[in-house]
């Protein structure tokens, strides 16, 4: 079945500098990659997502880049800020059954330091 | 509105008693949903998933039973719970378009078996 594999666990930054998380997926029919953010004692929220289909996406100060031929994945944020203090997970969506099972990697917890 | 509600949000019971968690969705109708866990520090495991009123899948075998009375309602519970059952529990949509993966996640119940 599909693993995703997620580093590094723990990231830290200073404020203002670049923060780069990185995925690798088993399952070369996965078609869609989301990327979650989640607080402490809330659940994940979607910051961003990129289909098989194309090779970058960007929202103002993330991105996502996907390389299909490795099979990776990777977020991207510029000019990081305190409120960026998070754990981020990515996850892929293999093609099965028709419920959009995602696959998660297992987080990255990112802190960013005023 | 495709808020969903969980409750409790947080919850502590003994080994051995009975477990029942809620969770509540708005707007579209006939949406996938999804149990996961998450324990301390760890990442997300799919639990239970649903494509309609009494229709579940299990993706792990546990101690734990998901149920879906009505479209809109998704319940997990379990008859005897055990130490291992701890963790936060996050309930999940996806709106069944065709082609949309796009999961989103409710605010959680952390539960705490002692």
């Known amino acids: 079945g599909e693993n995703v594999e997620q580093h590094p666990s723990t990231l830290s930054v200073q404020e203002g500098d670049s923060a780069v998380i990185k995925c690798t997926y088993s399952d070369s029919a996965s078609n869609y990659f989301p990327w979650y953010k989640q607080e402490l004692g809330k659940g994940p929220q979607l910051i961003i997502d990129?289909?098989?289909?194309?090779g970058e996406k960007k929202d103002q100060r993330i991105a996502v880049t996907l390389n299909k031929t490795a099979k990776h994945f990777s977020l991207h944020i510029t000019e990081t800020q305190p409120e960026d203090s998070a754990v981020y997970f990515c996850?892929?969506?293999?093609?099965?059954?028709?419920?959009?099972?995602?696959?998660f990697g297992a987080g990255t917890r990112l802190a960013v330091h005023p | 509105s495709q808020t969903i509600h969980q409750w409790p949000a947080t919850l502590v019971q003994p080994v051995g008693s009975p477990l029942s968690l809620e969770c509540t969705v708005e707007g579209t109708s006939n949406p996938n949903l999804y149990w996961y866990r998450q324990a301390a520090g760890r990442g997300l495991q799919l639990l239970f998933y649903?494509?309609?009123?009494?229709?579940i899948s299990s993706e792990v075998p546990q101690n734990l039973s998901a149920s879906r009375p009505q479209d809109r309602q998704f319940i997990l519970s379990s008859k005897k719970l055990l130490l291992s059952d701890s963790g936060f529990y996050l309930c999940?949509?996806?709106?069944?378009?065709?082609?949309?993966?796009?999961?989103?996640f409710g605010p959680g119940t952390r539960l705490t078996v002692l």
């Open positions: 649903s494509v309609g009123i009494g229709q």
């Open positions: 990129i289909r098989s289909n194309v």
């Open positions: 999940a949509r996806t709106l069944r378009l065709a082609g949309d993966n796009e999961q989103f």
């Open positions: 996850a892929a969506s293999p093609i099965s059954g028709g419920y959009n099972k995602l696959i």
